[in-house]
């Protein structure tokens, strides 16, 4: 295993996103992964429409919550198309669901895995570098002052609140930490995302890993 | 509508001050994380789990399965 990587340098990730008062990170993480598992596949890397999700996954609560679990599930269950960001723009609040005809250019999902990882980040590491960045659920609750560096403590696994996507590691200095994009805006943290410990499932990391397969 | 008045939410403000000292007293070195003002210094814990912490794990954990194959072995 390389000892730093980074979907970032491919260019396979898109920008950082703000749900602004809006509770859907769930949307957003998983979003953020099949954008860049549909990079990954050949396709261009284009922002698709987080709204689309937050209205139509009805086996969530729109901007009053969700999991990452439940929005592939419905995604894989319906063969839904996920159409561009700019064709079902973010509103920040739950709206009706549009629906689009299948010829509709769109991005869907042929299936999903999901993973606990809680004593297997070596493992986690290698299926981030196989298949693309992870949607994961952590304990986010330190988050809310976070600025900056490498977290490993004041947060813990158990308590998983809040969705985001892993996409990449780094080992080469004293403390190896994963890279964690976040969706609360560019001025968040470290431009958007966040650092966090690797190997003792800090903020609970590596408990519930989901990915989609393209 | 519904916000606190000002000198509540001042209030919420010094409350944040205190819980960054908390947090930055256990860094131990440089890359140790840091914790400051941000963008949601004028809520209460409260309020922000309330917004932003809204996703929660499957209810049904054993969906979820140990590692069972090495994944550096898929092409």
Known sequence: LPLQFDWRDKNLVTGVKNQLDCGACWAFSIVGAIESANAISGNPLEDLSVQQVIDCSYLDRGCNGGSTDSALKWLNQTHTKLVRSSEYPFKARTGTCHYFPPTEHGVSINGYEAYDFSNYEEEMMKLLISVGPLAVIVDAVSWQDYLGGIIQHHCSSGHSNHAVLVVGFDKTGDTPYWIVKNSWGTSWGVDGYVHVKMGENVCGIADFVTFPVM | ?75
């Open chain 2, 1 to 75: 509508a519904g916000s606190l008045p000002s000198q509540e939410r001042y209030q919420v403000f010094l409350k944040s001050l205190e819980r960054h000292r908390f947090l930055n007293s256990d860094a131990r070195d440089t890359s140790d994380a840091h914790y400051g003002i941000n963008q949601f210094s004028d809520l209460s814990v409260e309020e922000f789990t309330n917004i932003y912490l809204r996703s929660h794990p499957p209810r049904n954990k054993d969906y979820y399965v140990p590692k069972k194959k090495a994944f550096g072995e898929k092409s």
